[in-house]
C-alpha cells in the first residue's frame, strides 16, 4: 500500500493540527506517495535506526521524535540530523513522526503512561485552546435535519463526551436572486422571504475543511450562507499532561516503587518526602515541568515527568512529590502504542519495533 495510506491513519487519531506551534510533526522525508510493505516504529530516528531499517528492508520509519526540528539550511552531513536525511533519501526510506499532536489526544502517550500506572479518573491536566469553532448556518425548515444529521456524519457537534449535539432557531431569511442563479425557492430579481433556521454546531479545526464541504453538499441552496467563528473554550479531551488516581493511596516510598516497577526504569531523581499518601497523581510523558503548576493547582499528591532542572525542583515547595523518571524512560512505552495503532488499522501489514535503545543518556550503576 501507500505511505499515505498510513499518514491517514495516524492523523485521523492524532491530527497534526493538535502539534503545539513548536513541532514538527508530519512526513519529513519521503513521498507520500511511495509504496510501503514493512514500516520500523522508533522513540527516535537515529543512525543506527535507519541502518536498521535498511538491514530489515522497512521502506518507512514512524517516531515519536522528529528527526528536523528547525529548517536545515544544507545537506553536507556534518552531524546527525543531516546524515540521517542523507541516508534516508539514498536508501528510499520515508521519515515520519508523530510527536506532541500524539502527546496532547486523550488516547495518545499520557494514555498509555496511566494504564502502565493503573490509574484510574484520568482526564487531560492541560486542556488544549484554540483548536474550536463554531460554525452556523442558515437552512431552509424543510431541510434543517438532512443537513444536521450529515454535519454530524462529517463529525461535528461534539462536546466532551457527548455527540450529535447543536442549537436551532427558528426565523425567516430574505434574498434576492440575481439574474444568472438557478434559486432553489423564489424568483429571480424579487425578493423573496424564507421560514429558516439558524443551526449551531462546534466543530475541531482539523474537520474544518471537511465540515463546510459536507455543509455545501448537503445544503440545499446553491449559496449557501453560513459563519465561521473561532472559539476561546478548552477541548477537555485535548491538551497537555493528564491527572488520574491510584485505585488505593500509597505511602510515598511505595509509590517510588510502584512507580520503578511500572515504568521500567532504574532511576527516579525525586523531591523531599511530604509525609502524605500519594492517591492523585499527575503526569506528563518527555518534558513536562511547565505542567507543574497545573499539577499543583489541581491538588495532586505527586507529578511524574522528565528533564526536570536543578531549581525546578523548588517549586514544589513541599505541596507535593515531584518524581523525575527521565525523558526517554517516560516515553518508552510510546513505540508500543504507535506499532499497536498501525497494526489496528491494517492488520496484515508488517509493522516492526525497534530493537535499538535510543536513549541518549547512560547511567553509571
Not at 13 to 36: C, F, H, R, T
Not at 50 to 65: C, N, P, R, T, Y
Not at 133 to 159: D, M, R, Y
Not at 334 to 342: C, F, M, S, V
Request: net charge negative.
Amino acid at each position: 500500500m501507500k505511505i499515505k495510506e498510513i499518514i491517514a491513519a495516524l492523523e485521523n487519531w492524532a491530527p497534526k493540527s493538535y502539534q503545539e506551534p513548536y513541532d514538527n510533526s508530519g512526513l519529513i522525508v519521503g513521498s507520500a506517495e511511495g509504496e510501503v510493505t514493512k514500516c520500523l516504529v522508533s522513540l527516535d530516528c537515529i543512525e543506527s535506526v535507519l541502518d536498521e531499517a535498511i538491514e530489515k528492508g522497512a521502506e518507512l520509519i514512524v517516531s515519536h521524535h522528529p528527526i528536523v526540528f528547525n529548517g536545515l539550511k544544507s545537506l553536507t552531513g556534518k552531524n546527525y540530523v543531516e546524515r540521517v536525511v542523507i541516508k534516508a533519501i539514498q536508501n528510499n526510506i520515508a521519515i515520519y513522526a508523530i510527536h506532541t499532536n500524539l502527546d496532547n489526544i486523550s488516547t495518545g502517550v499520557n494514555f498509555k503512561i496511566a494504564k502502565k500506572l493503573k490509574l484510574i479518573n484520568i482526564k487531560v491536566l492541560a486542556p488544549k485552546q484554540g483548536l474550536l469553532k463554531k460554525l452556523v448556518a442558515f437552512v431552509p425548515v424543510a431541510n434543517a435535519e438532512q443537513v444536521k444529521n450529515a454535519l454530524f456524519e462529517a463529525g461535528a457537534g461534539h462536546i466532551g463526551n457527548y455527540s450529535e449535539c447543536s442549537f436551532q432557531t427558528e426565523g425567516k431569511g430574505n434574498f434576492k436572486a440575481g439574474a444568472k442563479t438557478n434559486p432553489f425557492v423564489g424568483e429571480q430579481d424579487i425578493r423573496h422571504n424564507e421560514k429558516e433556521v439558524r443551526l449551531e454546531v462546534v466543530l475541531t479545526s482539523d474537520k474544518e475543511s471537511r465540515i463546510i464541504h459536507t455543509l455545501n453538499a448537503s445544503h440545499p441552496y446553491e449559496e449557501v450562507a453560513y459563519d465561521l467563528y473561532p472559539l476561546d473554550n478548552a477541548i477537555q479531551t485535548i491538551g497537555s499532561g493528564m491527572i488520574g488516581e491510584l485505585e488505593k493511596p500509597l505511602k510515598e516510598s511505595d509509590f517510588l516503587a510502584h512507580v520503578k516497577t511500572n515504568m521500567d526504569t532504574t532511576c527516579i531523581r525525586h523531591t523531599a518526602f511530604t509525609n502524605r499518601e500519594v492517591k492523585k497523581v499527575a503526569f506528563c510523558g518527555g518534558s513536562g515541568s511547565f505542567l507543574l503548576g497545573q499539577a499543583i493547582r489541581q491538588k495532586a499528591d505527586a507529578f511524574i515527568t522528565g528533564d526536570f532542572k536543578y531549581h525546578e525542583f523548588f517549586d514544589a515547595d513541599g505541596k507535593l512529590m515531584i518524581l523525575d523518571v527521565g525523558h526517554f524512560e517516560s516515553e518508552q512505552f510510546t513505540i508500543d502504542l504507535i506499532a499497536e495503532k498501525i497494526q489496528e488499522n491494517f492488520p496484515i501489514f508488517a509493522v516492526l519495533k525497534t530493537g535499538v535503545d535510543t536513549n541518549p543518556i547512560s547511567y553509571y550503576k
